[in-house]
């Protein structure tokens, strides 16, 4: 089965802070995403990469960065965390290539408060 | 730009019954697919189907079945014999493609609540 990890379950910080979110896949998945899911706007897209060092701007990438310098391991971060930026954020990966790229496995997620 | 839009916030279904999620999308191009994910309180996301803007007929997977019509630019999901399993949030998505990837856009999603 195709496992996706994410780092923490809950995550309390304080505005300001500099916050990493990471995110482990242990099937050999070119792509991965970083998505938030906020109740009644679904799951936003806010990164993506479809290779190691390779990423491209979702729809919504203000106030966040992300990192993968290995193919299993995308980082989110919240370079000055803020309030507005309380959320369930998602990882997810998906194989690349033509065939089944559009089926996803997402992680856990981490609700993320910052206060 | 692409839009999902999923205009039911909640749905109620009698155990053993079908229910039809409605889903309509917006998009200027011709390759593009359609997809729907479930998600229970647990909060795992779940896929559920695919059907390509392509394909001619309609994708089925067990007890879901995905209602493409084109024209009307709408992606239905059909559930069969509701289960009481099938509680969950559900959403509608569509993708671009990008190189070798396929970059989705989710609706806000559908609450089904399946009673006994």
């Known amino acids: 089965d195709v496992k996706v990890t994410q780092s923490s379950r809950y995550l309390v910080k304080r505005t300001g802070e500099k916050v990493f979110l990471e995110c482990v896949q242990d099937?050999?998945?070119?792509?991965m995403f970083w998505y938030r899911q906020d109740p009644g706007l679904g799951l936003r897209l806010i990164y993506f990469s479809y290779d190691v060092k390779m990423k491209e701007k979702g729809d919504i990438p203000e106030g966040y960065s992300v990192s993968r310098e290995k193919k299993e391991r995308f980082s989110l971060i919240l370079e000055s965390a803020s309030t507005n930026q309380t959320s369930m954020y998602l990882c997810a990966s998906s194989l690349g290539g033509t065939n089944k790229a559009y089926e996803q496995y997402f992680g856990p997620g981490t609700r993320l408060t910052v206060t | 730009a692409q839009k999902i839009t999923q205009t039911q916030p909640g749905m109620f279904v009698q155990e053993k019954e079908a229910v039809t999620l409605d889903c309509t999308y917006d998009?200027?191009?011709?390759?593009?697919?359609l997809f729907w994910y479930k998600q229970p309180s647990s909060g795992e996301m779940i896929f559920l189907i695919y059907q390509g803007s392509y394909d001619e007929q309609n994708a089925t997977e067990g007890r879901y079945s995905l209602n493409f019509q084109k024209a009307r630019k709408s992606a239905n999901l059909v559930i069969s014999a509701s289960q009481l399993g099938d509680s969950a949030m559900y959403f509608c998505?569509?993708?671009?493609?990008?190189?070798?990837?396929?970059?989705?856009?989710f609706g806000r999603g559908t609450s089904l609540i399946v009673h006994p």
């Open positions: 998505a569509m993708s671009r493609r990008s190189g070798g990837s396929y970059i989705p856009t």
């Open positions: 998009t200027s191009d011709q390759s593009y697919g």
């Open positions: 099937m050999d998945h070119e792509n």
